[in-house]
């Protein structure tokens, strides 16, 4: 890892931040906000290729951390290294999450578990480990990503899925109370559908052309990017009186207040 953060530039940690979707979107977002960016993943070289990147990009050095944010000791550690290395931990997203769409009645244990302990287990073991160093320099913002999925009541999304992205509302409600004072804030936001080239792969043509022309009422289907420019203005200095919200972000799919 490099070190030194000479140009005293926020240092965020961004789970889940190699893939095709939100998280890179996220991290890529934050770099060009002039973010020092810790690109987290549990692919290695995926992740060692967005820092690469981002390397290459912006003419400064980014590091990537394999982490899976289910495993509680790799994430403190990953924490503290950044913390020791880079001086700070400012920002931190939580991005991953997990789903499989089975009906609660046929739902396998393994299903529901891994549903929690990705998308609201993971959350919570990268919250407790950031929230520390952050409360110690009374500075940082967390941006948890939900989902429509712990609003809607829908058989879309997967019970285990929508039971985890609901907690993860609750879990950022209840956070942002405890922190405030201590001057850090949590926010999360919650998506509807938001393209990538993997859900391409999984779903038909129609999928995406029926949602953007009958479900979303601004006629397309979010990009990573719409998510990104959320979290941007919401870990920056101007979104400072606001905490403890869940922002929808659905092209008026799911709207929420
Ligand atoms: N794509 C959507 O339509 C949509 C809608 C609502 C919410 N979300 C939420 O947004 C987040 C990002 O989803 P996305 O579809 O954009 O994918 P993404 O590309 O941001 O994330 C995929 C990445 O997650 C990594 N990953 C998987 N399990 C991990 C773990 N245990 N620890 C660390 N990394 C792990 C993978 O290696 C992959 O690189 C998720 O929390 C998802 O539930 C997505």
């Not at 913390?83 to 999450?97: C, F, I, K, P, Q």
């Not at 409360?135 to 899925?161: F, K, L, M, Q």
Request: negative net charge.
């Amino acid at each position: 890892m490099a070190t030194g953060n000479d140009a005293e530039r926020p240092v965020a940690l961004v789970t889940a931040a190699a893939g095709a979707g939100i998280g890179s979107a996220i991290a890529r977002r934050l770099a060009a906000d002039g973010m020092d960016v810790v690109i987290t993943d549990i692919h290695e070289v995926r992740a060692a290729k967005l820092a690469a990147e981002l390397e290459q990009e912006h003419g400064r050095p980014f590091t990537s951390l394999v982490v899976d944010v289910v495993d509680f000791d790799a994430v403190g550690a990953a924490v503290e290294r950044v913390v020791a290395e880079r001086g700070s931990l400012d920002v931190l997203v939580n991005n991953a999450g997990w789903s499989k769409i089975e009906p609660v009645a046929e739902m396998s244990p393994e299903t529901w578990r891994r549903c929690l302990d990705v998308d609201l287990t993971g959350t919570f073991n990268c919250m407790r480990h950031a929230l520390p160093p952050m409360i110690e320099r009374r500075r940082g913002s967390i941006v948890n990503i939900s989902s429509i999925a712990g609003w809607e009541p829908t058989d879309e999304h997967g019970a285990a899925y929508s039971a985890a992205k609901a907690g993860v509302m609750a879990l950022t409600r209840v956070a942002a109370a405890e922190v405030g004072r201590h001057g850090v804030r949590v926010n999360a936001v919650a998506p509807g559908l938001i393209y990538n080239d993997f859900l391409r792969k999984i779903y038909p043509d129609e999928f995406f052309s029926g949602y953007a022309e009958s479900r979303s009422k601004v006629g397309r289907i979010g990009q990573p990017q719409d998510v990104a420019a959320l979290v941007s203005f919401l870990v920056g200095e101007e979104a400072g009186y606001i905490t403890g919200e869940v922002y929808g972000i659905s092209g008026g799919v799911f709207p929420h207040s």
